[in-house]
């Protein structure tokens, strides 16, 4: 019998309640967050930021920026959160969160290319994104609205904010993309986040467990309502 495959919207929910169980069972990967510190980002005046090739899209995005700039210094204001508690159980005052620049906050559509899995990260071809555009004027409904609430960490220590968009419309449009261009079906996302950034402290045990109880109420105080009327392409804007 074919295993039953879960509608998008279920897919995706389910996607985050599994993101947070690991991180709680199997604890940070010091691996990843070790890569995070020394590979993929830089200090930035007062703060660390992570590097273009961790954060600024290589396929097409909703974002970048949002489009209520009150969201995106919301959301800048719940990573200071994060960085100033880290900050505050890390005694050695080493860098301890890198963030993506909120003027590139974003909800990824489809990816050309991933840090995680390509050496060289390539954006997509002028050519791709016309390809891409004319599939979006053919398949858009218009604008799509996605409501933004809570906190999640990842294993690999991504901190996001997780999205959840009103209407199917966000997943059928990225169906439509990849059915017609397989070549950005390749690192395709289940979920819909903004991530807000790394973590760069490899937490264990009960310091960890007391960090996730802590993000959970954090992120009780993030919640918002964002619609798109156009993305992000690496080579202009696209209508929806």
């Not at 005046?45 to 090739?53: A, I, V």
């Not at 009150?70 to 880290?86: C, H, I």
């Not at 016309?130 to 991504?158: D, F, K, M, N, Y």
């Not at 109880?213 to 993030?222: E, I, M």
Request: proline share 8%; glycine share 6%.
């Amino acid at each position: 019998m074919t295993p039953r495959r879960l509608d998008p919207d279920t897919a995706c929910r389910t996607r985050y309640r599994r993101l947070v169980s690991r991180c709680r069972r199997l604890g940070l990967d010091p691996v990843a967050v070790a890569r995070s510190t020394h590979q993929l980002s830089h200090a930035n005046g007062s703060h660390r930021e992570l590097d273009e090739s961790a954060f600024k899209p290589t396929g097409i995005a909703l974002g970048c920026p949002l489009p209520d700039a009150r969201v995106g210094r919301r959301l800048w204001r719940a990573a200071r959160w994060v960085e100033r508690r880290l900050a505050a159980q890390s005694p050695h005052g080493d860098a301890v969160f890198a963030h993506v620049p909120p003027d590139w906050y974003h909800i990824t559509l489809v990816n050309r290319a991933h840090y995680r899995m390509d050496n060289v990260v390539s954006p997509m071809t002028p050519e791709e994104v016309e390809q891409a555009r004319t599939i979006v004027s053919r398949h858009s409904r218009g604008p799509i609205a996605v409501c933004i609430r809570g906190l999640i960490l990842e294993r690999s220590g991504g901190l996001f904010a997780p999205g959840y968009p009103a209407s199917d419309d966000l997943y059928e449009l990225r169906s439509h993309i990849t059915e017609e261009m397989p070549l950005l079906a390749r690192y395709l996302p289940v979920i819909a986040h903004i991530k807000l950034g790394h973590v760069l402290v490899p937490l264990a045990g009960e310091q960890l467990k007391d960090f996730l109880a802590w993000l959970k109420t954090c992120g009780d105080l993030v919640s918002a309502r964002l619609i798109f009327s156009d993305a992000y392409s690496p080579w202009g804007r696209i209508e929806l």
